[in-house]
């Protein structure tokens, strides 16, 4: 909300400038011409206070107008929702043959093997976890261009809504990932801090249950979500 404000400021301050420059010029060329009547009525209205008044009460209008539609086409610049915080725990990522080492020589391997999905989803958990969000957006795509039911693809891309504060569209690309596959650990995480942010401490207790037998029973970091959420909820049921 403050740098909304600090536009329009800045808009009205220059749309003044610029109309109060523009009147000047204007009183100047009125004052070469023939005085006629009833020309000092309209030099007063066109002089260089009311048109700088009125042109930048304009240009705040317009940059407020674009900055509220803007904010309503993308939460994030309306600060209306909050992002959410993306991947929890998580189990070690899967080592892949050929694309272990760095980030860059993961980057040309699978540059060099665009059809390894394994490495793309590799690559795409390591860039949300360092969250270059956009790239590991980019990583999900190429995967669902080759293979449109990937489970882990659409839980790269509802991650990433999410940090951009799009719940309803993360939650359902989560959802999707736990449609395709009931027992996809990072996004019933996931899905588990989101229900638990929205109020809805059972539907997250269920999904990390989920989550933890997926991860064979044992979870340091699902364990202790599961107790803080379940004390959470007994406090809550008490009052």
């Not at 958990?125 to 990583?139: K, V, Y």
Request: charged share 20%; proline share 5%; aromatic share 4%.
């Amino acid at each position: 909300m403050t740098t909304t404000w600090s536009l329009v400021a800045l808009a009205l301050l220059v749309g003044t400038g610029f109309g109060y420059l523009l009147g000047r010029s204007s009183s100047r060329a009125s004052r070469r011409e023939p005085t006629a009547a009833g020309s000092s009525s309209r030099s007063g209205l066109f002089g260089p206070l009311p048109m700088g008044i009125a042109a930048g009460a304009l240009c705040a209008l317009i940059v407020g107008g674009l900055w509220i539609w803007n904010a309503d086409v993308n939460p994030v610049l309306s600060g209306s929702t909050e992002p959410v915080e993306p991947a929890g725990p998580s189990m070690p990522l899967p080592r892949q043959e050929g694309s272990g080492g760095s980030l860059e020589e993961r980057d040309r391997y699978v540059l060099a093997n665009p059809d390894d999905l394994a490495a793309r989803r590799e690559m795409a958990l390591i860039l949300l976890s360092e969250e270059r969000f956009m790239d590991a957006m980019g990583q999900a795509d190429q995967i669902l261009e080759r293979q449109p039911d990937d489970p882990t693809a659409f839980y790269v891309q509802g991650v990433v809504r999410l940090t951009m504060g799009q719940r309803g569209r993360g939650r359902e690309l989560l959802e999707r990932a736990i449609e395709l596959d009931p027992q996809h650990l990072h996004s019933l995480i996931a899905l588990g801090r989101l229900h638990l942010q929205e109020g809805r401490s059972d539907q997250a207790i269920a999904a990390w249950r989920t989550a933890l037998e997926a991860a064979g029973g044992r979870h340091a970091g699902i364990e202790k979500m599961l107790a803080e959420a379940g004390a959470s909820s007994d406090s809550a049921g008490g009052l």
